[in-house]
């Protein structure tokens, strides 16, 4: 072999090693890139999942109102609630008239508080019982719960960060809330409310009421054209002897091309000053 032959031959490997040492440090560079992104991404997304996919139950709707008809219930089966992270996941009743009983026949459900109503407003408000955790110090979860217990799931901070999401499925449609506040309020701060739509005045009353009230501090604009639905039932958290107490979970809807991702939640004075938990 001669000289230049064997030249070519040492340059060509030469080449070949550089090339494979830049493809493996590029390859490391992606990687480190990568690993980046996932950390940072973690990061910003420590409090929860970064996002919400909608779970279909109209259904489950169309089933338990026809059962109801079927029965000749005194109650209308006009929606269907499921709340992120817990097993609140049933159906929502409206009572033909305030003489109505609410059904014994099942202890999952919830009701709209104005008897009668089937339609779908920019403010609706759920009510739902509690029977099992009404004690100062709330219960974060229980298997035996079967209504609105684990509202009080939202007292605690860490589930708070984590859970952001419910859904509302009615009249066949499937609207997702973004969490905006959580209140523990006197029972007779949810009367006289307004019934049907609420008008522009009356709708910013009742998002700066839950806002100004709320326990935390939720990073979601809210605003008097968003359409709004709070979850209610009672709690002896903060009790003072005389009236007794609602914890009231309230979210906006998730308009079009909205994402349904996490996004912060921070302690309020309230939070400190109701719940009493941690020093920070």
Known sequence: MDKKTEGRKKSTKKRFSKNKYYLLLGIAVLIVILLFILLVKSLFNFFGPDYYTIENRSNQLEQRSDAAKDKDADYDVVGWVKVQGTKIDFPVISRHDENSHNPVETTAYGWLSNPGDTEYHNVLNIYGHNVMNLSEEPIIYDDSFERFEELLSFT???FAKKNLYFQYTMNGEEHLYKIFAVDILYASSMKGLPKGDYSEKELTRYIDMVKENSIFDYNVK?????????????TGLNSNGIDYNDIVITGKKVVAGEKANAYSVKKTDKYKEIVKKGDD
């Not at 968003?226 to 209610?232: G, P, R, T």
């Open 156 to 158: 605690d901070y860490e």
């Open 222 to 234: 809210v605003s008097s054209d968003d359409d709004i639905i709070s979850l209610i039932t009672c």
